[in-house]
Structures are given as structure tokens and as C-alpha cells.
């Protein structure tokens, strides 16, 4: 029965009082400041030290600034350090890595920061190799199975979702150019006929430098070893992109928005690499795809032969003479032999 004197139920009301008498007030306190913490912490957080973040806060602010303090919004710093750290926070991130979309132009730049000179010497100071101007390859970053009925054309050859990545990057480890909007079923030939790179090359009949298939002992199998020890600069720029950015071994998100983060990674990577930020620990990327981009042209064969026979082998040196000279301007810089001029600048497959 209802009591007269009370409005509701004596046993509503009674828990009412109960609930009043357990009530823990609801405390706010200030968001930790991340950039207080140690180097090494934020390093191993972040990736990126003090300075490494607070540049990037500095880049990002006018895109990411919360226009209000209402409701205790989150710094610049601390959303730059979420999408850097927590992938479960889905709007820091996204806010984040489409303002550094914007900086794509200026800090991937193909062939590189430095001139193409720089570039070549660069690579020639590995092997040996001349004329080099980049390394390329595809790489597949997994993706969980989109939904519709495009999610088949997701699946790779090794049988998982992915998204298909294309990437040359320089002997500094710096990304030059990347193709990121690729299903994972789409071949690495495909992709680089449909690049902008490809509409650099064109007017070139001869641009990619791949191995002999059946090297002879001797110049062609020291020139395959030249080039698989000069290529490799591409394997293990992967490596450390995939290192320092640990989502990138599997995105739980729709393909258009992993796009989006592999390139973001991709300038963040270079950042890091520029500011000379602490390298992680490098694994070796196995090759994605055993099939060449490029096929070879008949003419590809005598391009070999006049890299890898005229000049003496030695190691990792080029010893002077009549042949090597001949069609080429040689200087020696920093004690290292290179060549200046050359009417075809390589890719590396």
C-alpha cells in the first residue's frame, strides 16, 4: 500500500536515501602532460623523443587544436601523443593523420631531400653500384576483411586481407614515394604502370636495373651481389617503418582510412629518419611477391653487361681502367668512386 505523507513508494524512496549515503563524488583531475615524462619513456611509447613531439605538435596545432576548452578537451600534445600511442582511440587518430596528409608533398619527395648527385653517391658508397636514384617494392600491410562485395579483392596470394603498398626510398632510409590505395590481390607490376612514377619514367626506355637470372661466375654474379646488397636499403626501410609504427602489422579499419595511416606513417617516418630519432630495432621484411615488377626488355642484358663487366670487381670496390672510363665522367669524393654523369638514373628491383 502507498503511504498518504510520500509522493512515491516508501521502497523507492528508501533507496533513494541509501544510494545518497554511498554516493562517491565524482572527482576531475588534470590530464597528465606527456611530454613530462622521461626520454626514454616517451621513446618507447611514442616513438619520437621530446623534441621529436613537440615538433610535430608545432606542425599539427593549426589542423588539430581543439577550438573549445569545454569539457576539459584534450592539448594539442596529448591528442598528438594518443594517435602516436593508443590505436583505440579512434578520433585523435583520425583527426591526426589526415592533417599530416597535408604535408605528404613536403616531406616525401621523390628522388630525394638531397640532390640527385647526393643520391647516386649515396648508393654507389654501399656496392658500388653506379647511378642508382632509388630502391623500390611493394610491401602488404594486413587489414581486417572489409565488408561488401569488393572484400575478394582484399585477399593477397598468401591468402589474408592487406592493403598493397608501393615505396622507393633513398640509401638514407628516407621515403621518396608511396602508392598506398591498392587492394592486397592487385600486382606490384600493375601498380607502378598506374603511379605517378611511371608517368615520370616513361619518356626513359630503360629504368629499372634488375638482376641476371642465371648470372655466370664472375662480373654477373659480383654485379647481382652489388645490386641485391644495394636493393636491400628498401627491405629494411620497411623494417623500420613497420618497427617504429606497430599498427602497421595489422589495421582493424576500412580500407579507405588504412590508406590513410600508411601514408601518415610514412611522412612520420620520415620525420623521425630527418631528425635522426632513435632507429628501432630492424627486422628483415620478407619479399611480399616473388614475380618482378618489371619485365625485362632485350635490351636490359647489355645494360647489365655495361655495368658488370667493363669495370674490375673487387669486393665491394671498382678498381680504374680503360673500359670503366670509357662513356662515363668518374670523380673520386670522401674516397669513394663514382660516376657523374650517366644518360639513365636506376631504380633498384
Known amino acids: 500500500m502507498s503511504c498518504p505523507f510520500l509522493r512515491q513508494e516508501p521502497v523507492a524512496e528508501g533507496a533513494r536515501i541509501i544510494r545518497r549515503a554511498f554516493r562517491i563524488n565524482r572527482v576531475l583531475r588534470d590530464r597528465q602532460d606527456p611530454l613530462a615524462q622521461h626520454d626514454n619513456l616517451l621513446i618507447e611509447r611514442y616513438r619520437f623523443s621530446r623534441e621529436g613531439v613537440i615538433y610535430i605538435v608545432n606542425l599539427l596545432e593549426p589542423h588539430v587544436k581543439c577550438s573549445t576548452r569545454r569539457s576539459r578537451a584534450l592539448t594539442t600534445a596529448q591528442t598528438v601523443c594518443i594517435a ?15 592533417a599530416l596528409k597535408q604535408f605528404l608533398g613536403s616531406f616525401v619527395i621523390f628522388p630525394s631531400h638531397l640532390r640527385p648527385q647526393a643520391v647516386k653517391q649515396n648508393f654507389f658508397a654501399i656496392a658500388a653500384f653506379p647511378n642508382v636514384i ?31 603498398v608501393q615505396m622507393v626510398c633513398d640509401s ?13 590481390s592487385v600486382h606490384d607490376s600493375r601498380i607502378f604502370r598506374e ?3 611511371c608517368t615520370l619514367f616513361e619518356r626513359a626506355q630503360q629504368y629499372f636495373m634488375t638482376p641476371f637470372p642465371d648470372p655466370n661466375p664472375g662480373p654477373q654474379t659480383r654485379f647481382n651481389t652489388a645490386l641485391a646488397r644495394t636493393r636491400a636499403r628498401i627491405e629494411m626501410t620497411f623494417g623500420q617503418l613497420k618497427g617504429r609504427f606497430q599498427c602497421l602489422k595489422g589495421l582493424r ?25 632513435r632507429t628501432p630495432v630492424v627486422e628483415v621484411q620478407p619479399d611480399d611477391d616473388l614475380q618482378p615488377v618489371h619485365l625485362d626488355q632485350p635490351s636490359g642484358r647489355a645494360a647489365r653487361d655495361r655495368i658488370g663487366c667493363p669495370p674490375q670487381w673487387v669486393g665491394s670496390h671498382l678498381t680504374q681502367g680503360p673500359a670503366l ?6 670523380g673520386v669524393q670522401d674516397h669513394h668512386l663514382f660516376f657523374s654523369s650517366q ?7
Open 172 to 184: 638514407m632510409f628516407h621515403i621518396t614515394n608511396v602508392e598506398a590505395k591498392w587492394p592486397g
Open 195 to 197: 603511379s605517378h612514377l
Open 253 to 277: 579499419v576500412a580500407p579507405d582510412r588504412a590508406c590513410d595511416i600508411i601514408v601518415a606513417c610514412a611522412i612520420l617516418h620520415n620525420i623521425a629518419t630527418i631528425r635522426k630519432e
Open 343 to 349: 644518360p639513365f638514373s636506376w631504380l633498384l628491383l
Open 84 to 98: 602516436l600511442y593508443k590505436s583505440a582511440v579512434c578520433r585523435a587518430i583520425r583527426k591526426v593523420y589526415l
Open 325 to 330: 672510363l670509357q662513356g662515363y665522367n668518374v
Open 134 to 164: 632509388g630502391a623500390i617494392d611493394c610491401t602488404h600491410v594486413p587489414i581486417k576483411a572489409p565488408p561488401g562485395p569488393n572484400e575478394g579483392d582484399f585477399v593477397n596470394r598468401k591468402g589474408f586481407h592487406s592493403v598493397n
